[in-house]
């Protein structure tokens, strides 16, 4: 018998990083805990109802096509639904530019394995999310993090490590950005920080990987347009997904390119699973065909626009001075900074013996610093539990202050 196995892992394998989030959910099951700390959205907004009766409509009607394997590009009828969606933002979208994926998590890995190789430099944001992070690590790329304020990506650092790096004659290989609420910040890069954005795109040739689960759940403040429907060079891939604003479960995604470009990452995703789900992608054209996306959108806004206001209230009735948070204007998270000498770290397991939980901040950075913040999740905590988790958590802050 084999007694070490990892001498024969790849280095890839061997470079892969675990998600400290997932560490950290194990101590977040018992059930007095209040958790803050996964994405998860609030199971009571999925569509049961419809979503059983475009099921047993299919089997019906094409349960042949239904239960058979599919294109790997993804089925028609649902690229066919998803170009129309993005339209709305930009003329001109097709469903050849768009391709299913199996969750956004699937179209990261799609990314990193067409344009990285081992050492190659890609800019991400500090903090940035820690999928992403995980996939191109996985890869081996060399990230080059950016500092993030109020508006999102602080693109005059930007400017400066590419107008460094192209003086090297180096550049790289893409610019992966969440720009809308992000995970896990909560933060929105401005209008202005996005034409900047794709201005710097286009002097130094380099492609933007606009990644945005999270746009359609805005509660308050105006729209700011996606980083794609600005763009008149042809030079952003976008990362979009059913997770957030219809069901996790269903593990339905989608990556829209340049037609082009797609090319390569149909056949690096030919590897991977052959083709996502064909039951699943009928089930959510057939929702989008119904007109209920939107619908659902709404509900969902309403419920976690609620969240977000009892978990704002909470932290300003409880968290003592010093203390600072981000006020997102939508998506699933929000952001603490503790002072400076304190580690959200070293309190994590201080705030489990007080039944709360949360993200180390920690694990959203590339270079292992923000060791005094946290990522808090208000979708999935019901409103009381919100209420009484972050006087929790306040609690034990003031306590190790
Ligand atoms: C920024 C970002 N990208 C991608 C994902 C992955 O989503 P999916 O469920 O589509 O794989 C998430 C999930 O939380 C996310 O926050």
Known sequence: MINDLSAFYSKNALNMKRSEIRELLKYTRKPEIISFAGGLPDPQTFPVKEIEEISCQILREKGNVALQYGPTEGELPLRQEIAKWMAAHKAGINPENIMITSGSQQGLDIIAKVFIDPGDPIIVELPSYIGGLQAFQAYRAKMIGIPQDNDGMKVDKLEKVLARMAKRKKKPKFIYVVPDFQNPSGVTLSLERRKKLLELA???????????????????????????????????????????????????????????????????????DLASPTFTQLIAAEYMKRGLLQQQIESIKKLYGQKREVMLKALRKNMPKGVKWTKPEGGLFLWVKLPKNMSANQLFLKAIEENVAYVIGSAFHCDGKGQNTMRLNFSYASEEQIAEGIQRLATMIKKNM
């Open 202 to 272: 286009y002097q130094y040739q380099v492609p933007i990987i606009e990644d945005s689960p999270y746009r359609d759940l805005r509660f308050t403040g105006d729209d700011v347009p996606p980083i794609y429907s600005l763009d008149t060079q042809n030079q952003v891939i976008v990362l979009g997904t059913f997770s957030k604003i219809f069901c996790p479960g269903l593990r339905l995604a989608w990556l829209m390119a340049p037609a082009a470009w797609t090319d390569r990452m149909i056949v690096s995703k030919q590897s991977m």
